[in-house]
């Protein structure tokens, strides 16, 4: 195992790091955090009208989908609502420990 290789990679990724400048204002990062957020809640929406197209065609009777591929798109958008949910509750319970800060 080559320690001194690894050792010698990290420090020049200390320097690197150290004397980059950040390029990003607070504006381009918190544009780049709502675009972001706004691809997950997108996301979440497509696997949900996918889930509901799969149960309207399982119900007409379509010999193409089966009960578990219906079930398997259900779950899958049921965990990704609920991880956008608890993502928005913790969001709401930063702004509340932001606001109740003292100035």
């Known amino acids: 195992m ?3 290789g690894l050792h010698n990679e990290m420090q ?3 320097l690197e790091a150290a004397s980059a ?3 990003a204002t ?6 780049d955090f709502g675009n972001m957020l706004t691809q997950a809640i997108n996301n979440v929406n497509g696997l ?3 889930s509901s197209d ?4 399982f119900d007409r009777g379509d010999a193409d989908v089966s009960l578990s591929d219906v079930m398997i798109a259900r779950n899958k958008s049921s965990v990704a609502f609920e991880a956008t949910i608890q993502v928005r509750n913790k969001l709401f319970e930063a ?3 932001l606001m109740n800060m003292p100035v």
């Open 26 to 31: 607070a504006q381009q990062v918190g544009a």
């Open 54 to 57: 799969l149960q309207m065609r």
């Open 12 to 14: 020049a990724m200390m």
């Open 21 to 23: 400048r950040p390029n």
């Open 95 to 97: 702004y509340k420990e």
């Open 48 to 50: 949900q009208k996918s």
């Open 2 to 4: 080559k320690v001194d």
